[in-house]
């Protein structure tokens, strides 16, 4: 009873296939794809797959790509199930003014995020960091309530913004120093320390408004280049996004 969780962010689609629709259920296969390549996938990627009896993902990339990812999926006889932010699932409520405009991806970590804080003991407040195309920083309190959350650009936003501002910042990646001496350093550095900062502002907010130091959680594709240069600890849970997706299905389907 195969399930296949999809994770269709601005610049990858993410995909994992496990075993069953159940929290800790063996992963049988994983992979990603960049969106132009998306119609490579019931040929390519997919093409030896077991069919999954099951299909559930989170898009944050917009209706098109959407059907894209759906013209793949007719390769198997499933339809696929796309979660929508809500007010309330698996534990955890929303507090966003609008539930539904919650990009369901951050929805879906949380999800994720609460159930692994769960897992390894007594609840606590938690701050999710997901670090993609964008970056975003969600604060949860004790009780699963999300209290709110930031977004701002990724890395390589940043770096793009800057260059077609200027005149004089086209240069190669550089290394993160904490006092860079050269552009490409400076620029590189910039970044990690404006991602490294909004996460610790909000470390900081969280822990103010619920009295305990909140568990930091990161993931998205880019979260193991920005985790060693965090100024708060966190720790890396690049499954954060499948493991919500399967929490999901577990509580819906299992
Ligand atoms: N192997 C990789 N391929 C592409 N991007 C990567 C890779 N590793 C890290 N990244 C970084 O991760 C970001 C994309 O992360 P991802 O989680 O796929 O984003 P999204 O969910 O927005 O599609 C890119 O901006 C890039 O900086
Ligand atoms: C903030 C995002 C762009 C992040 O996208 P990503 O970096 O994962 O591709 C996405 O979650 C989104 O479009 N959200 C809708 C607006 C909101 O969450 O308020
Ligand atoms: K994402």
Not at 58 to 74: H, I, S, W, Y
Not at 108 to 119: C, D, F, H, N, T
Not at 170 to 193: I, K, Q
Request: overall charge negative.
């Amino acid at each position: 009873m195969t399930f296949l969780a999809l994770d269709v962010g601005n610049t990858r689609l993410k995909w994992a296939l496990y075993e069953a629709p159940r929290v800790g259920a063996r992963l049988l296969a994983h992979g990603a794809q960049f969106l132009e390549n998306i119609e490579k996938l019931a040929e390519g990627d997919w093409a030896d797959l077991p069919p999954p009896n099951w299909v559930m993902g989170c898009v944050v990339a917009g209706d098109a790509v959407k059907r894209r990812v759906e013209e793949q999926l007719e390769l198997w006889d499933v339809v696929p199930r796309w979660v929508v932010s809500s007010s309330e699932e698996a534990g955890v409520v929303n507090g966003y003014d609008h539930p539904a405009r919650l990009g369901t991806d951050r929805w879906v970590a949380m999800i994720g995020a609460r159930q692994r804080l769960l897992s390894q003991g007594p609840a606590r407040p938690c701050v999710v960091v997901m670090v993609g195309t964008a970056v975003t920083v969600e604060a949860l309190d004790i009780d699963g309530r999300f209290l709110g959350g930031i977004i701002l650009p990724g890395h390589g936003i940043m770096l793009r913004a800057l260059e077609s501002g200027t005149a004089g910042l086209h240069v190669p990646t550089g290394e993160v120093r904490d006092f860079p001496t050269n552009t490409s350093d400076a620029l590189t550095s910039g970044g990690t320390f404006a991602i490294a900062g909004a996460v610790q502002r909000m470390v900081e907010n969280l822990q103010k408004h619920s009295g305990y130091a909140p568990v930091c959680y990161m993931t998205g594709g880019a979260g193991w280049k920005m985790a060693p240069s965090m100024s708060t600890p966190v720790e890396l849970v690049e499954s954060l996004i499948f493991d919500g997706l399967l929490e999901i299905a577990d509580r819906r389907l299992g």
